[in-house]
């Protein structure tokens, strides 16, 4: 009997150390995803991102969370790689659409030498007094919008965050 319960908990350590389709660990139920590792940023996945095209996204903040109204500044629009999409899944639990609280993002964010190269591919913007955003000129492909939206009335800062994708026309965006 012991035997086999110490071969029922070498297989429960075993499956926390369980692989994804593309390599990195997948976390246990209830912790947040690991950071990219370094082998999966990789310049030439990014390369497309920084190629001419006719795509446009015209986005809008109309964040309205616990009920009142929040403004964004700036908005970062990041392609969509194997990397950036674990990395999005690491910060955001998420690689589709996240409203998460600012705090909890900065308490998952690495800042390693992945992340700082990951800058010079992001493209950023402003918001207007509306609340309105856009990206010209970009190519076909996968995005990640970001911005923070800030409360006008206190409250908390949420981290907003959407995939879309681009296909030579315009694109609209609302983040709510």
């Known amino acids: 009997?012991?035997?086999?319960?110490?071969?029922?908990?070498?297989?429960v350590a075993l499956s926390a150390c369980e692989t994804g389709p593309a390599?990195?660990?997948i976390a246990p139920p209830g912790y947040p995803p690991p950071p990219p590792p370094a082998s999966l940023f990789r310049d030439q996945d990014f390369a497309w991102s920084?190629?001419?095209g006719t795509g446009r996204i015209d986005g809008a903040l109309a964040y309205g969370g616990n009920g009142g109204a929040y403004k964004c500044n700036d908005v970062i629009l990041a392609p969509e790689t194997p990397w950036s999409?674990?990395?999005?899944?690491?910060?955001?639990?998420s690689a589709t659409a996240a409203d998460v609280p600012v705090d909890q993002v900065r308490a998952r964010t690495n800042e390693d030498e992945q992340a700082r190269e990951y800058q010079r591919y992001a493209r950023r913007t402003q918001c207007d007094a509306a609340g309105r955003f856009v990206f010209e000129?970009?190519?076909e492909g996968g995005w990640f919008?970001?911005?923070?939206a800030t409360p006008a009335?206190?409250?908390a800062?949420?981290?907003?965050?959407?995939?879309?994708?681009?296909?030579?026309?315009?694109?609209?965006v609302v983040l709510r």
Do not use: E, F, H, N
């Open 1 to 11: 009997m012991k035997r086999i319960a110490s071969v029922v908990a070498a297989l």
């Open 85 to 93: 999409r674990a990395r999005m899944r690491a910060l955001y639990l």
């Open 137 to 139: 000129g970009l190519p």
């Open 50 to 52: 920084t190629q001419p």
């Open 157 to 172: 800062r949420m981290a907003i965050m959407r995939r879309l994708t681009t296909s030579g026309g315009p694109v609209r």
């Open 153 to 155: 009335a206190g409250g």
């Open 23 to 25: 390599g990195p660990p």
């Open 145 to 148: 919008v970001i911005t923070v």
